[in-house]
């Protein structure tokens, strides 16, 4: 079993924290640790640290409150709480002007949505190529 990210959200933080030693002890029993542990609450993330949780590290590029951090292909504004699509590579790769079905199906696939968020875009793209002629 393999877990890249897990990304949940509770409503009290006393919630968040039983469920993070739920899911603690579950992969514990399985023979695996979970790291990297963030939030956006910073009390939560002193109470993971003082029971040994390994804390996401906060530094230059990752301040909590105040920056962003990668989750799920995405990036997480920790201050406003939301889920935003970093498009600077794609918009890089779009400016080579090459106007053809190929190009924007090559385009579209740099588009990495694993919660499906952004599909009803990527779908209409995707119709619009199909439509194109090479």
């Not at 640790?33 to 640290?49: F, G, P, V, Y």
């Not at 996401?56 to 590029?61: A, I, K, L």
């Not at 090559?106 to 990527?122: V, Y």
Request: hydrophobic share 40%; proline share 2%.
């Amino acid at each position: 079993m393999y877990i890249d990210d897990w990304i949940i959200g509770q409503d009290t933080r006393e919630e968040a924290l039983l469920i993070s030693h739920h899911a603690m002890s579950i992969k514990k029993v399985a023979g695996m640790e979970m790291r990297k542990w963030i939030s956006n609450d910073t009390t939560l993330m002193s109470q993971w640290a003082a029971k040994g949780f390994d804390t996401y590290p906060v530094d230059t590029s990752v301040s909590l409150g105040s920056n962003k951090t990668k989750v799920l292909g995405l990036a997480w504004q920790t201050l406003d709480d939301c889920l935003t699509l970093d498009s600077k590579g794609l918009l890089e790769f779009i400016s080579t002007n090459k106007n053809t079905k190929r190009f924007l199906l090559q385009a579209i696939e740099k588009i990495f949505d694993p919660l499906g968020l952004i599909s009803p875009f990527t779908i209409r793209m995707k119709c619009l190529s199909g439509t194109l002629e090479e």
